[in-house]
Each structure stands twice: as C-alpha cells, then as structure tokens.
C-alpha cells in the first residue's frame, strides 16, 4: 500500500497546500475588508487567518476541540507571514485566543454575528448541511457568510477520485492508489452549496474559481504549470481545484428604512375659499 497523506494540517505545509493556502488568503483578504458590522467569527481551518483585513472590533477563531492543542505550537504559514499588513487591519496573523466550540452549535444567540467564514468547514464536518443551518440562525438579516470549499469538477478532483476507486479495488500498479488530498471528508460541490444556500434565504453575492494547477506533488512543477492559472480563470473558470462563495442572508418582509432624523419636507396644501352666504 502506498504512503498517503490523512491529516489536513500536515497537508497544508506541502507545496500544493501551501499554494492554495496562499490563493485562499488572498480571496479572504479582498472578501472580507470592506465589510463592517461589530461581530465576525471564523470556523475552522487556523492555518489560514480569514478576517485578517476585516476591521469589525469584535473577531474570533472557534475551533473544535481537537484542533485546539495543535493551534498553540502552529506555525504561521508563508501566505500569512508575507502578506502585506494594511493600516487599521491588527495583527494579520490569527488569534492565540481561540473560541472552543461544536459547529453545529454555536455559543451565540439569534441575530447576533455580522460575518460569518467558513474555509473548508462545511467539507471537515459530519453534517454540513446543520453547520449552515446554525450560521443561519446567529447571523443578522444582511448579513454574510463566506466559504471556500474544494471543487469535485476539477483536476485535484478527479485525481482524488481515482485514489478512491483504486483504493477499492486494491489497484497500484498505476501509483493511483495514493489520494492526492487528505481524507478530511467530503465534496461539496458549489452547485450543490447553492442549493443549500437557497434553501435557507441566503442569497450568493459573489464567487470565484481558482487554483487551476494539476495535481502535482512538487513546489519544481507547480512552478512550471503556473501559467495555467491565467488560462484557466479565462477558458475554463468552473473548474479551479478551490471555489469561493460569499452570500448574504436574505429575511422575506423586511424592509430597510433610511435614518429617522432625515427632515421630511412639508406639504402646502392649496387655498380653500371659504363661503358666507349672509
């Protein structure tokens, strides 16, 4: 049998890891930086700091209770420790207070979180689908989610694919029986994510494709390959390794109304003449 990877966090320090890693940052960084509120809360993944460039006063890391022990002796990955600080963003690496908490039941009340990200949370979960049920319940009316997720419709994918089936069928003459990517879970397709999100009012704001490399083990050829990120964004978008969603919650009968010191500007009404038959 061959050598596989199974852990996530021993994964991510790989040169494809780390290449996604750092393309994943830079879409958290542009996602979440204009967005404002008071609450933001990240699920998952302390490898990558998602609200590095959000500026809400209030921002934490929650973590199920196994990814805590290793989150204190982590090392910040290279995608966060050269990206760029910007003014007013603190301090771009993650938190080393982490919130310890089940996904599926978050320590907040209703209507109470202003952002919400989820960097491969739903696919590392047993029940994904309860997850965004539960982000549902402690967002705000307009408020936001943010997910990444890994693309089944893709060249990672369809490599991980073929480790599966070759791992069923005892086949490793052809070196497939070694996955590509660590056993974490499984696949939630963006299409699929949709559904989900409609089922429950979000509706999806934006998103975006990317990592378009093949599935390569080695920091030489995904150098080499590097010009198929440029192709694929413009000839084969749907098919990046990584997807990324933002999505607002939608409330049915809510109307936002303007600031009530806004003047309102009086009415003259006409002249009425008045009648005296005496």
Sequence with gaps: MSEQIIGLPEWLQTPPGQYLL?????????????????NALQLGLPELWALKTNRMPHRWLALPEEAVAPVETLQPSPANVNASKPAGAGDPLRPRVALVTDSAA??????????????????????????????????????????????????????????????????????????????????????????????LSFEVESDRYGCYRPAVRTEKWLQRNAWLDRAGAKWWPVFGAVYFVVAVKRVRGMRLLGPAWKPRRATSSAPVPAVNRH
């Design 22 to 38: 750092e393309w994943e940052q830079a879409q958290f960084d542009l996602a979440v930086a204009d967005l404002f509120g008071y």
């Design 106 to 199: 978050l320590p907040f009340p209703a209507d109470s979180l202003d952002l919400v990200v989820l960097p491969h949370t739903l696919e590392m979960s047993a029940d994904p689908h309860h997850v965004l049920r539960e982000v549902e319940r402690v967002l705000v009316p307009e408020g936001r989610v943010v997910i990444s997720g890994l693309n089944p419709a893709s060249l990672w994918g369809l490599r991980q694919g073929r480790g599966h089936m070759a791992g069923r069928m005892g086949v490793s003459a052809l070196g497939a029986s070694r996955l590509y990517l660590p056993e974490v879970g499984d696949f939630i397709g963006p299409w699929r994510l949709r559904d989900w999100l409609r089922l």
